[in-house]
């Protein structure tokens, strides 16, 4: 079936790294556009970032813009975000989704498919 | 950015109720307007895409409607299976924006 599955996520000291990934399976993983939307607790969803089906573009949230990466792995059927720089504000429940990608005509669909989270919390 | 506006923040309603809720763009955005359903501790779910189609598997007592900046959805004959939080997202332009939420909860 279908499945994103997360991992990566953990507790952190404010200014230290973390690379969270996402295995894909169950459909043409090379296919799809893939993003990163992130629920801070009790907080409602936010966007982070979105990559094109081969990677050639990539768009941020201007709140992870310049500390945040996102790539991919098509040969290995997983995502990446790479988080720098964290804050006590990037402490969220981190999703990856599937692009529903549905034509041509634009650029991002909204999400599908999604993980099922995984946590990042930036704590001293 | 393009924010969205959604309303109420929650509500209360009976089993077999119909509910609606609203989410208005601060331009227009077209059809380009999902749905998802957030259950606690879940992933969230599409359930409409384009404002008013029903995602594959949905039960059709969901429904969507509305163009350009006004847009509702709604829910006819509540389920218990229905408490959940509903979230309306723009998918026009980058940055994706979501609504803040309606928390739908059980009289």
């Known amino acids: 079936q279908v499945q994103l599955v997360e991992s990566g996520g953990g507790v952190v000291q404010p200014g230290r790294s973390l690379r969270l990934s996402c295995v894909a399976s169950?459909?043409?993983?090379?296919?799809?556009?893939m993003h990163w939307v992130r629920q801070a607790p009790g907080k409602g969803l936010e966007w982070v970032t979105f990559?094109?089906?081969?990677?050639?573009?990539?768009y941020y949230a201007d709140s992870v813009k310049g500390r945040f990466t996102i790539s991919r792995d098509n040969s290995k059927n997983t995502l990446f975000l790479q988080v720098n720089s964290l804050r006590a504000e990037d402490t969220a429940v981190y999703y990856c989704a599937r692009d529903a990608g549905r034509g041509v005509s634009r650029e991002v669909y909204g999400m599908d498919v999604w993980g099922q989270g995984t946590t990042v919390t930036v704590s001293s | 950015d393009i924010q969205m506006t959604q309303s109420p923040s929650s509500l209360s309603a009976s089993v077999g109720d119909r509910v609606t809720i609203t989410c208005q763009a601060s331009?227009?955005?077209?059809?380009?307007l999902n749905w998802y359903q957030q259950k606690p501790g879940k992933a969230p779910k599409l359930l409409i895409y384009d404002a008013s189609n029903l995602e594959t598997g949905v039960p059709s007592r969901f429904s969507g409607s509305g163009s350009g900046t006004d847009f509702a959805f709604t829910i006819t004959n509540l389920q218990p299976e229905d408490i959940a939080t509903y979230y309306c997202q723009q998918c026009d332009i980058l940055p994706l924006t979501f609504g803040g939420g309606t928390k739908v909860e059980i009289k």
């Open positions: 331009q227009d955005i077209s059809n380009y």
């Open positions: 990559i094109w089906f081969d990677g050639s573009k990539k």
């Open positions: 169950g459909f043409i993983f090379r296919t799809y556009g």
